[in-house]
């Protein structure tokens, strides 16, 4: 069975810092994506960035990145140049086909001005 | 665009009643989900759909009925509602047409308390 695994129930960095949030998942599949979500207090769930298992290539949407490594199963996400509005639920995600998405319990991101 | 919209945003629930919750897209996906999160937790599937007539269980469907009946609307349904149903409940789509995997578009959430 797929489980995603965040081991930090919350986080803090200060305004215009760097911040990486950890994730680790357990999979006996060979292609799957990763995914990251923010969940701010508004409860939606918005997309941050993926990750496909099959490039070696870390994923990065402007301040976003990802550190992927896949022997060790682990995808963190670093946040650079924090900002107030990056404050929200983080969560890492596991899919390997349309039909089943695995979620880790988040962490809890303060950014303090 | 309205993309993934849910009805109602909140709702509180005497035990033993019944509701449906409602999900609509409008971007012509094939295929859509409901989830549930849980205080302090992360998102569990409880059913999904492939198409229109189609639906399967997911990881926690019991206690919940879903149907398909036509490609925007994807309504979940609670039975006998329990105190465990307690939840957000998170509508989501993706086309699934093209590469598998792909990004899964998300409702606002309902947020549903049973007493």
């Known amino acids: 069975a797929q489980t995603v695994t965040q081991s930090q129930p919350e986080m803090s960095v200060q305004e215009a810092e760097t911040v990486t949030l950890s994730c680790t998942y357990d999979t006996s599949e060979s292609d799957y994506y990763l995914f990251w979500y923010k969940q701010p207090p508004s409860r939606q769930m918005i997309l941050v960035i993926r990750q496909e298992a099959y490039k070696q290539q870390n994923a990065t949407e402007n301040r976003f990145s990802v550190n992927f490594q896949k022997a060790a199963k682990s995808f963190s996400l670093k946040i650079s140049d924090s900002q107030l509005g990056d404050a929200a639920m983080y969560f890492c995600?596991?899919?390997?086909?349309?039909?089943?998405?695995?979620f880790g319990a988040g962490t809890r991101l303060t950014v303090k001005p | 665009n309205a993309g993934v919209t849910q009805t109602p945003k909140f709702r509180i629930l005497k035990i033993g009643q019944s509701m449906t919750l409602q999900c609509t897209q409008d971007?012509?996906?094939?295929?859509m989900y409901w989830y549930r999160q849980d205080p302090g937790m992360g998102l569990k599937l409880i059913y999904y759909?492939?198409?229109?007539?189609?639906?399967d269980k997911g990881e926690v469907p019991n206690g919940y009925n879903v149907s398909r009946s036509t490609t925007e609307d994807f309504p979940l349904r609670l039975e006998l509602a329990a105190p465990s149903q307690t939840s957000v409940y998170f509508c989501a789509s993706n086309s699934g047409t093209s590469a598998p995997r792909e990004t899964q578009y998300f409702g606002p959430g309902t947020r549903l308390l049973v007493l």
């Open positions: 759909s492939v198409g229109a007539g189609i639906t």
């Open positions: 995600a596991f899919g390997y086909n349309n039909n089943d998405m695995r």
């Open positions: 971007m012509n996906h094939n295929y």
